[in-house]
């Protein structure tokens, strides 16, 4: 059974930084594309990142580049988003996903909170 | 980018009735559509894939079609399990993935 963890989240204040990892199991993690969404509060999904199988492609949404980076290290089966500069719309719960375009299944989340 | 909408907002329905969702692109993304299921304090849950495609586990009263810029979500047979919310996503190009707004599925 393909598991999620989320952790890393939580308050932090405008121009922070955080680094959320997502720990991996029940799957090839080395074989799969991961993604982050994140889901502000009372609103839809934004899709966030992904990256390649091994590291070696990624892609971002307009408004996180040149602020988040996502990484993995497939040795440790994990997956991370380093985010700085964080603005109060950053505020949301972050998933982490399997695969790249259609990302499924997703962990259970982890709240970050950017507020002074 | 590529902006995805979806009507209606909110839905109310009984259990046993036949209920449509549309999710509609600014512009074509072919078949690359899928469609997802979230229940309050859970992550989204993927319930088709390319349009039409079924994902594992999903029962067959879901269904999905469309191509281009217009989509549609069915449940055949409402079941108490289903009231939840639902987000179409486009994945047609990178960086441009987006989720639609969501359409709530209420009991009448």
């Known amino acids: 059974e393909v598991q999620l963890v989320e952790s890393g989240g939580g308050l932090v204040q405008p121009g922070g930084s955080l680094r959320l990892s997502c720990a991996a199991s029940?799957?090839?993690?080395?074989?799969?594309?991961m993604t982050w969404v994140r889901q502000a509060p009372g609103k839809g999904p934004e899709w966030v990142a992904n990256?390649?199988?091994?590291?070696?492609?990624?892609y971002y949404v307009a408004s996180v580049k040149g602020r988040f980076t996502i990484s993995r290290d497939n040795a440790k089966n994990t997956l991370y988003l380093q985010m700085s500069s964080l603005r109060d719309d950053d505020t949301a719960v972050y998933y982490c996903?399997?695969?790249?375009?259609?990302?499924?299944?997703w962990g259970q989340g982890t709240l970050v909170t950017v507020s002074s | 980018d590529i902006q995805v909408t979806q009507s209606p907002s909110t839905l109310s329905a009984s259990v046993g009735d036949t209920v449509i969702i549309i999710c509609r692109a600014s512009?074509?993304?072919?078949?690359?559509l899928a469609w997802y299921q979230q229940k309050p304090g859970k992550a989204p849950n993927l319930l088709i894939y390319?349009?039409?495609s079924l994902a594992s586990g999903v029962p067959s009263r879901f269904s999905g079609s469309g191509s281009g810029t217009e989509f549609t979500l069915t449940i055949s047979g409402l079941q108490p399990d289903d009231f939840a919310t639902y987000y179409c996503?486009?994945?047609?190009?990178?960086?441009?993935?987006?989720f639609g707004p969501g359409t709530k599925v209420e009991i009448k």
């Open positions: 390319k349009a039409s």
């Open positions: 029940g799957f090839t993690f080395s074989n799969s594309w």
């Open positions: 996903a399997k695969g790249g375009d259609v990302p499924a299944p």
């Open positions: 512009e074509s993304v072919r078949s690359w």
């Open positions: 996503q486009q994945y047609n190009s990178y960086s441009t993935f987006t």
């Open positions: 990256i390649k199988t091994d590291g070696s492609e990624n």
